[in-house]
């Protein structure tokens, strides 16, 4: 049997929650079963809303998996429930979900793609604010971090993702009815988190993230069909740059014609020449450009073409423009006159881009700029050829000349009657002429040409091919001969140029490359993107050999597969092939493309490379907490563990006759040792929970007044130094009680450790808003300012002066545990002196 295909991923995106993707996705669950199809419910949360509770009647729902973790029990979707039942569809709600600790996957999503390898389609739901890339832009919109989030490119690898829209209003008028959350939590709901600007802001991500993916999928359509024409989906708008300065005029226009729609892309376009042409512009103004662009939200891109028009176009239609901004031609009357030139030209083979043509103050300076830019220079990738480069036009317009010019020189000096050597010269003349246009055949052409024109027309005797006067035949020796040369000269210079333009086309190209390495832009994906663009390819692929070849990284359409389905591919090593589909490239392109190629290399291993160091940084991490926590603790656990054996030994001791009072100290004793031993215990793995990111969190509404006696009792014989000034109706707050106590206790204890013997801590509460703070107040020596964040890293002592005060965890860790409920904890100056902890927690809805 042949390997299981995967399975398909359909995806509802929404703004926010209660828009109705769960809704939506068992919808469609009811439409499917009526067409026949197999579909199960994997894990769908109702929420307690009833319209999606009555949904799930008459769909199959799956067993889900039962965990117990910190005392409480959790249901999770299980995987392999799923997969040994093997429905057609599974639906398995929230995507960006993190499961129990203990569970077969860390995230929901991870579970998904066991299901999708097993060959299961899959239909699943998430929030845009789930986004990792999103967490920080929707945490500044609404005030709330996101614990839970789900990799971009989880959501983008889907085969279908449909947006659940609404608007805001409408989703708040749902949430006044109780359609979405209990009605004990609506007022806080909309006074919050569901205000109509969150909401809107909300929707735009969303909407703009749609509409990028829309696009990605357009792209790969129309390269997989082939489609060249311009589909107008989506405003583009590119601009044309030659270098001049006329460029930032264009600039700016262009980015004034894509600001008028929403959500339109600016691009600017260098061509290079790859046909001889000089290449025209300053590159400083072209460097200067391209920053330009970039500061406007554009981005700049170079192509090597040998028809600039065709190539501005090629490239226009190859990123579904749908408009072009060129500048106004510069050149004279006379070269206009003489050659369409490429504003016309492309104008002309436009199609369905919008071609604007923009006036500029070097327009007034026509001119022709002969030895400065071959004939002239005009704007927006216009440039004129160069005499030195013998284009097919060029060659056929030299044959053209030689062909008709020398029978009609003959008709014209028939009637004159010249000397023979002037008509020699005149004859020459024309030679020289039609070598300077079409090159060395056509030139010598016209040379035989002449010289059997000569010896018939003008040559004693007349009308034959004797030649009676051996001075005459001198003559037309020479006449030949240098006419040959002077075919040869030009000829070689063409050759030169044409080299020449090449080198600097290649220049200016690797240059372009190289520009693109140092501002950090060597990701493989942009790196093809741009080796594609460049060369005018339809894909581009490196591949790797690994038991067959594998596809590292694409760029464009269908991507090659191995060397052998590329039309160019370029050897790197034993292991690396770049395959290039889309055209053959020429030697020189080649060498280009191998430079190319070689950085692509480059970006790979530093990707490896980097993938490897972020998974060693958290080996790093721990192997430094580990080194850190054996030098602390030597002292710390050995303090409390002496102290308490030696107070039990005394007190076995049959030797000493103790008396009542010194047997209370001993037990005393004892007992506070063991406190403390309990608590850096307790400490050191509520740490180390902590930094593996598997310490659980359970919120629910707690008092500050019930959690801080059982705090205070914790502290031992410390309590007597803590008074309490809570008052009275503190809201209640969402904590985990549990660890709420804790960070208490290494507050409390950490503040009464530096306060003086005849000096109590404080502990009050306030609320302000939607916080509840607690605040714990000391009269010790402080803190300086600067050094308020470092004695939250663990294992730090203010100054890490005293090896006897602790192995510096607690600040770290009640940082820790504050943040992972979704609190705060900040330090500030106590008037008068001291230090003051504020812990800063949501008031419970």
Known sequence: MGATSRGMLRVYLGAAPGVGKTYAMLSEAHRARERGKDVVVGFVETHGRAKIARLLEGLEILPRRTMSYRGATFTELDVDAVIARAPAVALIDELAHTNVPGSRNAKRWQDIDAVLDAGIDVVSTVNIQHFESLNDVVEQITGVPQRETVPDEVVRRADQIELVDMAPEALRRRMAHGNVYPPERVDAALANYFRVGNLTALRELALIWVAGKVDEELDRYRADHGIAGTWEARERVVVALTGGQEGDTLIRRAARIAARSKGADLLAVHVTSADGLPSAGDPANLIRQRTLVEDLGGSYHQVVGDDIPRALLEFARGVNATQLVLGASRRGRFAQILSRGVGVTTTALSGSIDVHMVTHEATRKARFARGERGDGEVDGGERMRSRAALTRGRRLSGWGLALLGMPLLTAVLLPVGLRLPSEILLFLLLVVGVALVGGMWPAITAAVLGFGLLNWFFTPPLHTLTISEPENVLALAIFVLVAAMVSAVVDLAA?????????????????????????????????????????????????????????????????????GTADTDVVIDDRLVLAAHGRLLDASDRRVLEAFAAEAAVALREQRLREAAEQAEPLAEADRMRTALLAAVSHDLRTPLASAKAAVESLRSTDVTWSDEDRAELLATADESLIKLDRLVSNLLDMSRLQAGVLGVHPEPVAIEDVLPRAIDDLGPLRERIRSDLPPMVPEITADPALLERVLVNLMANAVRYSPDDELVLVNASWHGENVEVRIIDRGPGIPPEAHEKVFMPFQRLGDRDSHTGVGLGLALSRGLTEAMGGTLVLEDTPGGGLTMTISLRRHA
């Open 495 to 563: 050759r030169r140029s044409r080299e020449a333009a090449r080198s600097q086309a290649d220049a200016e190209v690797l240059s372009t490359l190289a520009g693109h390495v140092l501002r950090g832009e060597a990701a493989l994906p942009s790196l093809l993107a741009r080796m594609r663009e460049t060369f005018g390819l339809t894909s581009v692929t490196l591949l790797e050999r690994s038991d067959g070849w594998k596809i590292v990284a694409t760029s464009g359409g269908t991507p090659c597969t191995s060397p």
